[in-house]
C-alpha cells in the first residue's frame, strides 16, 4: 500500500545532541512537509519542499534541517539549536498540479523526548 | 495571514448524538478544506476534502459542508459512537500548498 512511512516511532535526545527523523513516501508525490505539534496547539510547518533539491522555511525553522536528495526521502535534523525540542513531528505529502483535487497524507508521527 | 480556528475545543456527548464540529477561516481566497482524524499518539487520518467549487462531501455517516464567503466548514457525524472519539482538525489549503491547520476539536463519545 501506498503510504508515508516516520520513523523511529519515539526518540529520545540528549542536550547538545543532534538528532535525525525519517521520512519516506511511496505516493510519487512531489511535494513533503514537516509540521512539528505542541499539546493545544495547532500544527505549525517547519520546512517544505516541491522538488528535489530545494526546500523552503516554514514559520518555525530555527534549530532544524532538512535535505531533499531524492524524490521519496525528506529527512528532518533537530539541530542542538532547537532549544525546545519536545514535541510530536509529523511528516506529510501531496502531489503538485493536480490543484483543488487533492489532498495531503500523513505519516504516523515521531515522538521527540529531550532527556 | 491564514487563521484557522475551531470551536470548541471539547466537546461530550452520548453515544448516538449527533456531532456538529465548526471550522472558521479568515481568507476565503482557498484551494480546498480537508478534514482529518487524530487518535492520541497517531498520525493524521484524511476524512473528507471539500475543493473551493464544492458546497459539501459525504462519506459515510460524516458530512462536511463549505461556505467559502462566510469563512466556514462544518462536520457533521451522525449516530455518534465510542469509536469516534478523537480530535478533529480541519486545514484549508491556500494557492502557494501550505496548509493552515486549527487548533482542533477534542470529541469524547460517552458509551
Known amino acids: 500500500d501506498g503510504g508515508i512511512t516516520q520513523s523511529p516511532k519515539y526518540l529520545f535526545r540528549k542536550e547538545g545532541q543532534n538528532v535525525t527523523l525519517s521520512c519516506e513516501q511511496n505516493l510519487n508525490h512531489d511535494a513533503m512537509y514537516w509540521y512539528r505539534q505542541d499539546p493545544g496547539q495547532g500544527l505549525r510547518l517547519i520546512y517544505y519542499?516541491?522538488?528535489?533539491?530545494?526546500?523552503q522555511k516554514g514559520d518555525i525553522a530555527e534549530g532544524y534541517s532538512v535535505s531533499r536528495e531524492k524524490k521519496e526521502s525528506f529527512p528532518l535534523t533537530v539541530t542542538s539549536a532547537q532549544k525546545n525540542p519536545t514535541a510530536f513531528y509529523l511528516c506529510a505529502s501531496t502531489p503538485l498540479g493536480q490543484l483543488p483535487s487533492y489532498g495531503y497524507t500523513f505519516g504516523s508521527g515521531t515522538r521527540l523526548t529531550v532527556v | 495571514k491564514q487563521e484557522v480556528t475551531q470551536i470548541p475545543a471539547a466537546l461530550s456527548v452520548p453515544e448516538g448524538e449527533n456531532l456538529v464540529l465548526n471550522c472558521s477561516f479568515t481568507d476565503s481566497a482557498i484551494y480546498n478544506l480537508q478534514w482529518f482524524r487524530q487518535d492520541p499518539g497517531k498520525g493524521l487520518t484524511s476524512l473528507l476534502l471539500i475543493q473551493s467549487s464544492q458546497r459539501e462531501q459525504t462519506s459515510g455517516r460524516l458530512n462536511a459542508s463549505l461556505d467559502k464567503s462566510s469563512g466556514r466548514s462544518t462536520l457533521y457525524i451522525a449516530a455518534s459512537q465510542p469509536g469516534d472519539s478523537a480530535t478533529y482538525l480541519c486545514a484549508v489549503r491556500p494557492g502557494d500548498y501550505k496548509l493552515s491547520f486549527g487548533a482542533g476539536t477534542t470529541v469524547t463519545v460517552r458509551a
Open positions: 519542499s516541491q522538488i528535489v533539491n530545494d526546500f
